[in-house]
């Protein structure tokens, strides 16, 4: 046997990275905020919530429930948000995928796509409420853009996510 190949057999990845690479993965989502852009309405999906999903879809029970709440306070802080909505909005849908996870044991693809689009439409929907509720009074139709978007931005955060996990899991 080959000395390279010997170093690398029956070794665990790092601790350290099988823990830090999803939640930074995670906290570099939210921080899409703070990129330059200008844009009259909301344009960018949240890719802090994109990227918590596609960890939770294709590692069932990689988060805790309550790891909504953290990661919320994060993207609240980022995102200019009232503090306490994406603590809130993250909480559920975690819940929610959880439950799914429960309940479903097969899923393919296209279920993981319309189970996340639910989530985006829920997180983005349930922001502007409380938006409104605290804020100002916007309409719904002004996030459809942001919809769409996030929506059809979930395959490739997911194949990032699914090359992140390759990482991480990397001996």
Known sequence: MNAPYRARLNREPSAFRKAGVPIASVLIGSMTPLLPIVASAPVLPPFGLVVLICWQLLRPGIWPVWAGVPFGMFDDIMSGQPVGSAVLLWSIILIALDLIEQRYIWRNYWQDWFIAALCLIFGLAG?????N???????????????????????????????????????
Do not use: W
């Open 127 to 131: 922001g502007l409420a409380i938006n």
């Open 133 to 171: 509720f605290l804020v100002s009074d916007t309409r719904l139709s002004v996030l459809y853009p942001q919809m769409i978007l996030a929506i059809f931005t979930y395959p490739l955060v997911l194949r990032l996510v699914a090359r992140l996990d390759h990482i991480r899991l990397k001996r």
